[in-house]
């Protein structure tokens, strides 16, 4: 039987939880010790959010950093050894959830800003996921994205939507079975905001110290 992309996403990081842990503790993925991290943290404190939700929130470190300064941060991810892992820091709060899951109706609170941290790697469950989170936002609440810039990443493959192999290049040797994730271009971010009752209000393009070569791209979108 074939295993979709979506759940081949999800087994991927099953399987990676370990690594990944490890990896962030040890400060092992430069760019975002030296430049994503502080981007997607300097974003969300712009918008000077009270209630923020996390959405594949991982091991927790953005939760733990903006509950430290004084935001009520909910993260949510499908992994459960994630959860566990990020629930043992007493920082923050933490569920177990899809995105398929993630509502009002399942998590019963609205919050200021909803932020998915380089977590949006599929097509059906972005989709899904972006037709709910208007709910899960109070008034004129915000959504941030921080995800790979679209030119940047495009590599060799020809610009425009679709799936692509997964990789850990980069990464130690413990990583294994990389996950593969949906390409958007640019224009296909920005549809997917506006079909959702979003205007993007900035965006900014996080990049390399010793480079004009972006890293990250960041929408930070309004709910109309």
């Not at 923020?52 to 909910?74: T, Y």
């Not at 936002?137 to 030119?151: A, D, E, F, M, S």
């Not at 224009?187 to 390399?208: C, D, M, Q, S, Y």
């Amino acid at each position: 039987m074939k295993i979709s992309p979506e759940q081949q996403i999800i087994t991927s990081w099953q399987l990676n939880v370990k690594p990944w842990v490890a990896a962030i503790a040890k400060g092992e993925i430069e760019s975002r010790v030296l430049v994503t991290n502080t981007a997607i943290v300097d974003a969300i404190n712009a918008c000077k959010p009270k209630t923020l939700l996390d959405v594949g929130c991982g091991e927790g470190w953005l939760v733990r950093a903006l509950a430290a300064n004084g935001i009520d941060a909910l993260g949510v991810d499908v992994i459960p050894a994630f959860i566990e892992i990020a629930s043992k820091h007493g920082l923050g709060r933490f569920r177990e959830m899809s995105y398929e899951q993630t509502s009002f109706t399942a998590l019963q609170e609205a919050f200021d800003l909803v932020v998915c941290n380089f977590s949006l790697l599929g097509e059906n469950s972005v989709h899904h996921l972006f037709q709910h989170i208007p709910s899960l936002l109070n008034p004129k609440g915000r959504l941030v994205v921080q995800t790979l810039h679209p030119i940047a990443g495009c590599g060799a493959a020809a610009y425009k939507d679709g799936w692509r192999e997964g990789s850990w290049a980069g990464f130690n040797s413990d990583f294994c079975a990389p996950a593969p994730w949906y390409f958007r271009t640019l224009e296909t971010w920005k549809a997917l905001f506006a079909h959702n009752g979003f205007t993007i209000v900035n965006t900014i393009e996080p990049r390399a110290l010793d480079s004009c070569q972006p890293l990250s791209i960041i929408f930070d979108a309004e709910l109309i």
